[in-house]
């Protein structure tokens, strides 16, 4: 008897690079489980400095389950549907363009992986893996996290909405109502989501009335 297809796990692949805003990185993560979604993790080299520098995690290879369950602040036997590859793993499953994937997060993304990506650099899995899924037309959101930017950043962001990239600033917006940092921070990780159609509740949306998120804290999974 011919056994049934099992359907085909297509995760979504978040890129940790280097850059400060790496609870940007955890709400996205989070959220993305919540949905239901897999999600393969690439966390580039820097990204572990940055990480141990705003969290105190030492995030290592060999114990990324473990690592990440404390980074997220969920239980200690970690996230299920997760993969996790090694920044240098250039052999890794997102490395080809024939691994199932929906697409590519890089949050937060520094300066270096905007210009690695916009350049098709692949100096790493996470730059690799962006070019990937540039070449196969697949959504990339890359949410960088800079300030002030100089004028080669500015032309690399040009460069990667020019070939189909979101270019999303993690800029947390205060029309939502967030006071707490976590509020902005979600409002930011929200609207990577937002760019990639994954359904959730991070922050409030918009509806049209001045005042609104000021007189009430309650947070809609509605679209603006
Ligand atoms: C604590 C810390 C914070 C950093 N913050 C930023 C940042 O906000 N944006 C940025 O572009 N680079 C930042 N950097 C520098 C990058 O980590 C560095 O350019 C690195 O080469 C980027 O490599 P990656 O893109 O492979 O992660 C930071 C570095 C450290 C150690």
Redo the contacts with the bound molecule.
């Keep these: 008897m011919e056994k049934p297809e099992q359907p085909v796990r297509r995760p979504w692949i978040v890129g940790v690079?280097?850059?400060?805003?790496t609870p940007y990185a955890a709400s996205v993560i989070r959220a993305l489980l919540a949905a239901g979604e897999a999600v393969d993790l690439v966390v580039?080299?820097?990204?572990r400095?940055?990480i141990l520098?705003?969290t105190g995690i030492a995030f290592r290879d060999a114990h990324w389950r473990t690592d990440l369950a404390e980074w997220l602040g969920i239980a200690a036997d970690g996230p299920e549907d997760v993969r996790y590859w090694p920044?240098g793993d250039f052999a890794a499953g997102p490395s080809s363009g024939s691994y199932p994937a929906k697409g590519m997060l890089v949050v937060?993304?520094?300066?270096?992986?905007?210009a690695?990506i916009a350049l098709g650099l692949s100096?790493?899995l996470?730059?690799r893996v962006a070019s990937v899924t540039l070449k196969e037309r697949r959504p990339l959101v890359v949410c960088?996290?800079?300030t002030p930017l100089n004028g080669v950043t500015l032309k690399h962001l040009v460069e990667l909405d020019a070939q189909g990239a979101v270019v999303l600033p993690a800029s947390p917006g205060f029309y939502a109502g967030g006071s707490t940092v976590r509020e902005l921070v979600d409002f930011v990780a929200g609207r990577v989501l937002d760019a990639v159609d994954v359904p959730h509740t991070l922050y409030r949306r918009w509806e049209g009335e001045l005042g609104a998120a000021a007189r009430g804290t309650e947070r809609t999974g509605r679209s603006v």
């Design positions: 690079s280097g850059a400060s805003g580039s080299r820097a990204a400095l940055t520098d705003e920044a937060p993304a520094t300066t270096g992986a905007v690695g100096k790493d996470l730059q960088v996290r800079e």
